[in-house]
């Protein structure tokens, strides 16, 4: 049953990925893959739903065929995605530091290329809303992209300003003023504070894990025992299926 709603989430992912792809003219012009220089969240659907078909389908198949094969590629594949996750939490919790660095070059790289696919864009504005912060360490950060950064060559008219989900919300306003942003970072600091969000993502984001650490903890620990009955479920099962054959 797990195996079967991995199978059908997994092809919704893909499906979401590929219709994505679709509306962007990528499938039109698969070159156009590489040139996006900032993170696609496309391929977040696609990696996520092709690991998800693959194990819903090795699992389901396996079961119902009792397929030894497929059902120990399944806990194979699954035991390993544990341990990468295991080892990647382990690795997060000894090299802070350093994830907070690349948290801070990854948020920067895709401020640069804000303008050049709408789906990043999309995921920015969501991530500054939601967690109410501005840049990566603060709304300077902006300066890295061309169209906000408050350089004399740059003509346009977003120039030493930010992106309207940097704004602060008034709560009166049911229409977003999307040209909010226009020149704050001229203001003094003091007024600054006043029309947009001041803390960058990075310390908000540390903020938001700290305040949330029970939920986020409780959420890792449920994925890693729905793997580990998974995991022991197919072994059971090939267990018996190479009993019974043995019986024969």
Do not use: H
């Not at 809303?129 to 061309?146: K, P, R, S, V």
């Amino acid at each position: 049953m797990i195996s079967l709603d991995k199978q059908f989430l997994g092809i919704a992912f893909l499906g979401i990925g590929l219709w994505a792809w679709n509306e962007k003219g990528v499938l039109s012009n698969i070159s156009s893959i590489t040139d996006l220089g900032g993170f696609d969240p496309v391929w977040l659907f696609l990696v996520v739903g092709g690991v998800m078909f693959i194990l819903g389908f090795a699992g389901c198949i396996g079961a119902l065929r009792e397929n030894t094969f497929l059902l120990k590629f399944f806990s194979v594949f699954l035991g390993i995605i544990f341990f990468l996750e295991l080892t990647a939490g382990v690795l997060a919790f000894v090299f802070k530091d350093w994830i907070k660095d690349q948290l801070y070059f990854f948020i920067n790289n895709n401020i640069r290329a804000y303008r050049d696919d709408i789906d990043l864009q999309n995921l920015i504005d969501f991530t500054q809303e939601y967690w109410q912060c501005c840049g990566a360490f603060g709304a300077d950060d902006w300066n890295l992209n061309i169209y906000f950064n408050c350089t004399d060559s740059n003509a346009s008219r977003e120039r030493c300003g930010v992106p309207f989900s940097c704004c602060t919300k008034d709560p009166a306003e049911d229409v977003i003023n999307t040209q909010c942003g226009y020149d704050a970072r001229q203001k003094p600091e003091v007024d600054q504070q006043i029309v947009i969000y001041t803390k960058g993502c990075v310390p908000q984001f540390e903020k938001w894990l700290q305040d949330n650490l029970t939920i986020v903890a409780g959420i890792f620990i449920g994925i890693a025992l729905l793997q580990i009955f998974g995991i022991c479920l197919a072994q059971n099962l090939v267990s018996d299926i190479e009993a019974v054959r043995a019986s024969w």
